[in-house]
C-alpha cells in the first residue's frame, strides 16, 4: 500500500465529495440526492477558505484531504466561489434541500458562538479533514495531520483552532495533543426525530 501526498487538483473534487457525505452521514436525514448536494456544497464551502491543501492519495485514488487556511494571507479565489455559489443553489431549488440547509445555518452559527466563547484570535485554522472511513487506522489521518503543522511550522504560525462535534472522530484530535477550548449542545429535529450533538472548539499550538 502505497500512500503520497499532494495538493488539491480540481479531479479529487467528486471522491472527496463521497468521503465528506459518508464520513457526516448526510444520508441519514435526507434522501440520496439531497445528501450528494450537501456533500457538494461542504467541500465547496471548505475549499474557499484554505491557504494549504494537501490531498492523501492510494493508487492515485484520493482517499482524504487537510486544509489549513493562515487567515492574515487568504483570500478565496473566484473559481472556489463561483463552485461554492453554484452548489448552494442547487441545493435550494429543492424543498428538502432548503430544509436541510437550516441545520447548516445552525451549525455555522453554533461555530461562531463557540469562537466567541473562546474570546482570541487565532493566526489560523484547521478547515477541513476527512479520511475515508475504509481507510482508517492506518496512519494516513497522521500524515495528513503532520502536513498541516509543517506548513503552519513554515509560516510562523504557532497556533490554530478547528471545530468539530460528536458526529466524527473527535478524539483523534485530543490524541494529536489538541485541547478542547469550548464546548456547546444542540438539539436538532431530523426526520420527526430529536437529534442530539456536542460541538466543540479545539486548539493546537504548534
Known amino acids: 500500500m502505497q500512500i503520497t501526498l499532494r495538493e488539491y487538483q480540481k479531479e479529487d473534487f467528486k471522491v ?4 465528506i457525505r459518508e ?17 457538494r456544497v461542504f467541500l465547496s464551502s471548505c475549499l474557499t477558505n484554505h491557504t494549504f491543501s494537501r490531498v492523501a492519495l492510494m493508487n492515485d485514488k484520493p ?17 472556489y466561489r463561483l463552485k461554492q455559489m453554484k452548489s448552494i443553489l442547487s441545493l435550494y431549488l429543492s424543498k428538502e434541500g432548503r430544509k436541510v440547509t437550516q441545520i447548516f445555518a ?4 453554533i461555530d461562531k458562538r463557540l469562537l466567541a466563547d473562546v474570546d482570541k484570535s487565532y493566526p489560523a485554522e484547521l478547515a477541513l479533514f476527512a479520511v475515508d472511513t475504509s481507510c482508517r487506522g492506518k496512519g494516513i489521518g497522521k500524515r495528513l495531520f503532520d502536513s498541516a ?3 503552519l511550522k513554515e509560516q510562523g504560525l504557532n497556533e490554530f483552532y478547528l471545530f ?12 494529536q495533543g489538541m485541547v478542547r477550548r469550548c464546548e456547546r449542545e444542540h438539539v436538532f429535529i431530523i426526520k420527526g426525530q430529536q437529534a442530539k450533538m456536542n460541538f466543540f472548539i479545539y486548539d493546537y499550538k504548534v
Open 16 to 19: 472527496l465529495e463521497n468521503i
Open 23 to 39: 464520513t457526516w452521514h448526510y444520508d441519514e436525514f435526507s434522501s440520496p440526492r439531497t445528501a450528494v448536494k450537501l456533500a
Open 63 to 79: 482517499i482524504g484531504i487537510i486544509l489549513v487556511k493562515n487567515i492574515a494571507i487568504h483570500r478565496c479565489p473566484l473559481k
Open 106 to 109: 445552525n451549525v455555522n452559527g
Open 149 to 151: 503543522l509543517g506548513y
Open 164 to 175: 468539530t462535534d460528536t458526529s466524527c472522530n473527535y478524539g483523534f484530535y485530543e490524541h
